[in-house]
């Protein structure tokens, strides 16, 4: 950085030499958020700006996995929970239900 003075001004001159990086501007973020934001920054030695890199990088560090249909999910939810299943549950399709009277 050159700093030169003018008029009894010290202004700062950035060159930047190096390649570009990605930038992200997020707007109307609440005041809330950003205090607990500042919050765990500081606990962690950290700036506000170091601490947001580091939470995307943990949130986005994870293999995305493809996501199966809603009888896979739940047999992938439930499994090993004692659950077992001799053969594997026949998938209904088009099938009209009855809406039950639990009036009566």
């Known amino acids: ?3 030169r003075e003018e008029v009894g001004r010290t202004y700062a001159i950035v060159i ?3 390649t570009k990086v990605a930038q ?3 707007r109307n973020l609440e ?3 950003k205090v607990r934001l500042q919050r765990r ?3 962690n030695g950290r700036s506000m700006e170091a601490e947001v890199r580091e939470i995307l990088r ?3 560090h994870e293999r995305e996995q493809p996501r199966g249909g809603l009888g896979s999910e739940m047999v992938a939810l439930f499994s090993g929970s004692g659950v077992c299943l001799d053969e594997p549950i026949a998938e209904i399709r088009d099938m009209r239900m009855e809406i ?5």
């Open 41 to 43: 920054a500081k606990r």
């Open 24 to 26: 992200i501007l997020v």
């Open 31 to 33: 005041d809330r958020l």
């Open 16 to 18: 930047a030499t190096e």
């Open 100 to 104: 039950p009277d639990f009036g009566s």
């Open 58 to 60: 943990n949130a986005l």
């Open 1 to 3: 950085m050159k700093q």
